[in-house]
């Protein structure tokens, strides 16, 4: 004769049931999540923090910064892009700085490979597109303005100079951007160390375009600097391309 489950076992049952389904059911949204962000963060956007002053008023320190690794893939990128950039070689003083071990560096570590954290802006940098391939950059003009390709370019809207000064860089130059890389300067114009202070380096102060990451497209935190970076393409709008 077969006996029949008292009905409390059988509520008990039901609801170890019901747990083991709903924990089932956590675990594959989060499983999902993480492989969602996961591909979003290698192929569509990426979450870097600001580190230094190299780009003030455009980007503060502290910003936080979304960077769009997808559509340059087919649009290239524009005299005047905002970008981000692995380090060429001996740009960043000093070794990496060492992330947190233990359990704290495990959670960063998976915080990172999914976009939420932003452990390795250390390792990067950000800086404005000044020259493209084939381009002749050129400083300075008669009224202290950059020279691309023999045109004048007025970048007053984005740079962040002595008070009463309109002179584009301290240091002169005279460069022609090699075939995949670019020409990088800080908005911060006297206090950026970007491509002129590498010049005499083995890069010669170009950045391989293999090395930049993408485009400057959102400002996230604080707040108060939330929304879309303002264009810069716009200051080299006569600027032509070289000549073959």
């Given at each position: 004769m ?14 170890g ?16 999540a ?33 960077v769009?690794e ?33 359990i ?24 404005r ?10 400083c300075?003009?008669?009224v ?28 002169d130059f005279d ?36 090395d ?16 879309p ?16």
């Open positions: 077969t006996t029949e489950p008292a009905p409390s076992e059988s509520r008990s049952t039901s609801r049931r019901g747990i083991l389904t709903f924990l089932r059911d956590v675990v594959v949204i989060v499983a999902v993480v492989v969602v962000s996961v591909l979003i963060k290698a192929f569509v956007v990426r979450s870097f923090y600001i580190p230094s002053a190299s780009m003030e008023e455009t980007l503060m320190t502290g910003d936080r910064i979304l769009d997808l559509t340059v893939d087919w649009t290239g990128y524009e005299r005047g892009d905002v970008v981000v950039f692995r380090d060429p070689g001996g740009w960043l003083d000093g070794a990496a700085a060492e992330g947190p071990g233990g704290a560096g495990a959670v960063d570590w998976i915080l990172t490979g999914v976009g939420i954290s932003a452990s390795d802006s250390e390792n990067h940098l950000v800086k597109v000044i020259g493209l391939p084939g381009d002749h950059v050129v300075c003009n008669s202290g303005q950059l020279e691309v390709n023999g045109v004048g370019v007025d970048e007053l809207d984005y740079l962040n100079l002595p008070e009463g000064s309109t002179l584009a860089s301290n240091m460069v022609t951007v090699p075939d995949g890389a670019v020409w990088v300067m800080g908005d911060n114009r006297n206090r950026s160390q970007d491509s002129r202070y590498h010049n005499e380096q083995p890069g010669g102060g170009f950045v391989p375009l293999d930049v990451v993408g485009r400057v497209v959102l400002r996230t935190w604080p707040l108060s600097h939330f929304g970076l303002e264009s810069g393409p716009d200051a080299f709008t006569g600027v032509a391309d070289p000549a073959s």
